[in-house]
């Protein structure tokens, strides 16, 4: 049973960059068809799909987060890492990573709260 898991919660500055990371296991994020998922849900909003990286590690993002998003992957540690550049208070959410495939997501971590606070 594959399992992902994010970090603890935490708290971040505005205009710093948020840094997540995803540990996949018993599964390898290279294998064909996966998309690593990073999603978000900010306060009493709906869920927002951020971006992912592919099983050829070729990452997409959302358009409204495009310019400031970065996604990458350690396929020596199976993890793939969420860069957010510039936060503001919007963007206090709880995180999670999620296994896409191709009708929707198959696995999900537990999420994470990251708060964006001076």
């Known amino acids: 049973q594959v399992r992902l898991q994010e970090p603890g919660p935490g708290l971040v500055k505005p205009s710093q960059t948020l840094s997540l990371t995803c540990t996949v296991s018993?599964?390898?994020?290279?294998?064909?068809?996966?998309?690593w998922t990073w999603i978000r849900q900010p306060p009493g909003k709906g869920l927002e799909w951020i971006g992912f990286?592919?099983?050829?590690?070729?990452?997409s993002f959302s358009p409204s987060l495009k310019s400031r998003t970065s996604i990458s992957w350690d396929t020596s540690k199976n993890q793939f890492t969420l860069q957010l550049g510039s936060v503001t208070p919007e963007d206090t959410a709880v995180y999670y990573c999620?296994?896409?495939?191709?009708?929707?997501?198959?696995?999900w971590g537990q999420g994470t709260q990251v708060t964006v606070s001076s």
């Open positions: 999620a296994r896409g495939v191709n009708c929707g997501y198959d696995s």
């Open positions: 018993a599964a390898s994020i290279t294998t064909n068809s996966y998309y």
């Open positions: 990286i592919d099983w050829y590690g070729t990452p």
